[in-house]
Structures are given as C-alpha cells and as structure tokens.
C-alpha cells in the first residue's frame, strides 16, 4: 500500500518585519520545526521582535498548543539587522512589513538578491497587487502571496494568491507549508482585495456607515453579525483588532481599483486622525485595556 508523507514545514525561512504580524508568523514557522530569521533594523526593533515571538509561544503553552518546550522552539529564532542578513539557503522568505507597495517592492527586490534562486519569496499583504510587486523582482516565478490572518498563531486560514507569472511549483510548496503549520489554504487568483479583504471590507465599511448614521451602536451591530450569522466577531470588534489606520489603506486602495462601493466613511477617517486605531492605541469603536 502507497501512503502519502505529511508536508514538513520548510528548514530554513526569512521573515521581513518583526512587528504583530512578523512575529506571529516567525512563531508559527519556528513552532512547526523551522529555522526562522526575523529581519528587524535596530537592536531594540529586534529585541522587541523576539520578545513578541517569545510572549506568543508563553501564551502558546498555556493553551496547551506546543509540541515542546518555549525556550527549544524560540533557539530556532534569530533576528538579522537588514536584509542582506537573511540566510542565503532559505527555502522561503516572506515579506511583512507596513501596506506600502513601494516600501514592499523595495525590500522584496533586496530580498530575491539575499537569497538564492530556488528560495519562494513571499508577501504577506492583504490586498497590494501581487502582480505589481513581481514587477520588481528578476525571477517573479518564485513569488506570491502568502496572506496570514491575525493572530497568525491561533488563525487557520491562509490565503494563497496566485499572480500570472508565478510558477506551478512555488504555488505547490506553499500549499505544503500551509498545511504543514497545521492550516487551510484558500487559493485565489491576484485581483484587488483578493477574496478575504474584499469581502471582509465591505462588511466592515457598511458597519461602521451604520454607527455613522446612528442605525445601532457598534455593540448592537457586532452581536448582530456575531449571534444572528455566528460570525466569530462583529466587523467593528474586528476593524479595532485590524487596526482602523489598515483598514482605511486597504478601503482606500480597493476605491481607487473598484469604484465608489468602497469608499472610505468619514467616521474612518475621523478616526483614524484621532488616533483612534483600534486595540493598539487603547482605542477605536472600543474601549481598550
């Protein structure tokens, strides 16, 4: 009888951006056997990068969801201060550093010239045209996107975007990644918003135009979502875990590529100027300890 091995998660992988979203997926990678190298510029970014992995893996083992001990799997850790110190056998690298396309194809591009040919490299954006960003690489084959959802510990979906150029191959690793972190992919093809924030936008932009116009409170509205659709959170909860200040760049980049349907609410806007940003400010459409 055939029987089919279990993906194994790749041996060696870079992440660019030690910040909520780096540091979740450095800790997923490392906890499923990993060798990761978080790329942080300064010595106190760094430290805080590993301190994020760190906490992530103590609240990890608290749940019961490690295989081994923290201070085993955090070994596997280590940080780089630019990115010409990621490792240059890395099987993977992925890119998550702030929604800035141009920001994104810089550092993808001093990524690809890091690394070796048959490294994947990745980007970890929630709506940027993944065909835009290959644009700057040499070997655009070897690229996509690999979507993470926070928290990316706790969260089991993956969203494999898929551009014109990428090759079959790459595509087939992720997807074995994927599973090997113990999580399901969806794969879509490269279009604005891809599936999840498209979707998850439109949800979250009519929910906050409704407290806009005093339909409900933010609190009526999520229990609506969360009790009468068993949606895991309402679209407010959920904006403030987001952060208001990202899901005003993505509502703005999804304006200007799909029309009027996703404008930006001034109540956003207003927010977002405030600083009200949503649980990492202490504040957005709740109050945050």
Do not use: C
Not at 40 to 64: D, F, H, M, T
Not at 68 to 85: F, H, K, M, W
Not at 116 to 123: E, P, Y
Not at 148 to 172: K, M, R, Y
Request: charge should be negative.
């Amino acid at each position: 009888m055939t029987t089919t091995a279990s993906p194994s998660a790749p041996a060696v992988v870079g992440v660019i951006g030690g910040g909520r979203m780096g540091a979740g997926i450095a800790q997923s990678f490392a906890a499923a056997g990993s060798s990761v190298t978080v790329v942080e510029s300064g010595g106190e970014a760094a430290a805080a990068a590993l301190e994020r992995v760190a906490g992530g893996l103590r609240r990890a083992a608290e749940r019961g969801k490690l295989t081994g001990p923290v201070e085993e799997i955090l070994n596997r850790v280590s940080t780089a201060d630019s990115v010409a110190g990621l490792p240059a056998g890395a099987d993977l690298v992925v890119e998550a550093v702030p929604e800035d396309a141009a920001l994104k194809a810089g550092v993808l591009a001093a990524a690809e010239k890091a690394v070796g040919d048959a490294t994947v490299l990745a980007t970890n954006t929630s709506s940027l045209s993944v065909t835009e960003l290959a644009a700057a690489l040499s070997r655009p084959g070897r690229f996509l996107g690999m979507h993470f959802f926070n928290p990316v510990p706790a969260s089991a979906l993956v969203e494999i975007v898929v551009a014109p150029g990428t090759d079959t191959g790459a595509v087939e690793a992720a997807l074995g990644w994927t599973q090997a972190l113990g999580k399901k992919d969806v794969v879509v093809k490269d279009s604005p918003g891809f599936a999840s924030s498209r979707l998850g936008l439109a949800l979250g932009l009519e929910a906050i135009r409704m407290v806009e116009d005093g339909v409900a409170s933010a609190e009526a509205i999520d229990d609506a979502m969360s009790l009468g659709y068993r949606h895991p959170m309402g679209p407010l909860r959920l904006t403030d875990l987001v952060g208001l200040d990202v899901r005003l760049a993505i509502a703005e980049y999804l304006h200007a590529t799909l029309g009027e349907r996703f404008a930006p609410p001034q109540l956003l806007r207003d927010k977002v100027a405030r600083g009200e940003l949503g649980r990492k400010t202490g504040q957005g459409f709740y109050a945050w300890e």
